[in-house]
């Protein structure tokens, strides 16, 4: 079966302290590098997301606002 264009899907392993190693593939498609924080999303029905690191930026200006501009 081949994955629509765009799509992914990976497995991990959730090791004993509760981490996760997310795949190099995954890392290398959505450029996520060490000492990256990323937002872990969690539905009871749907299941958890890791969006992508743009997205906190929208979540961000949508729950605080727009932010002051930069002093001149």
Avoid: C, N
Wanted: a positive charge; hydrophobic letters at 40%.
């Amino acid at each position: 079966m081949t994955a629509p264009e765009g799509r992914y899907a990976w497995t991990v392993t959730v090791g004993e302290k509760g981490q996760i190693v997310i795949p190099k593939q995954a890392r290398e498609v959505f450029g996520i590098k060490p000492g990256d924080t990323l937002l872990l999303l969690g539905d009871e029905r749907q299941g958890i997301a890791i969006p992508p690191k743009a997205a906190m930026d929208v979540l961000a200006k949508q729950i605080f606002g727009p932010g002051k501009p930069d002093p001149a």
